[in-house]
């Protein structure tokens, strides 16, 4: 697991305490995308929370986007999130 995602999963789990959480580098696919030449990468989240609970989709992408912090600036450049509550899904 790279540095990055390790980071992205600390910061997810201990602000959302997810009951599944998967996280994907996307970067090798971007290579010379003109978004992504400083470096930060592209990742895709699925990520299911009773924090999102009663939370339209917005409010749960801005869950985690607060969770990330600092990160969303140093590491990421783009992110695809799919956010659900345990209800919505079989990951519970």
């Known amino acids: 697991m790279s540095d ?3 980071r992205i999963r600390d910061a997810l789990t201990k602000e959302l305490q997810p009951t599944h959480l ?3 580098d996307d970067s090798h ?3 010379g995308h003109a ?5 930060r990468g592209h990742f895709n989240v699925q990520i ?3 924090a999102f609970e009663g939370k339209l989709p917005i409010a749960r992408h801005r ?5 990330l912090g600092d990160l969303m ?3 990421i450049h783009a992110l695809s999130i799919d956010a659900r509550t345990p209800k919505e899904t079989k990951h519970a």
């Open 29 to 31: 696919r971007h290579k």
């Open 35 to 39: 978004g992504a030449a400083d470096g």
């Open 4 to 6: 990055r995602i390790t």
């Open 22 to 24: 998967n996280i994907e």
């Open 63 to 67: 869950l985690v986007y607060a969770a």
């Open 48 to 50: 299911v929370s009773p």
């Open 73 to 75: 600036t140093t590491d």
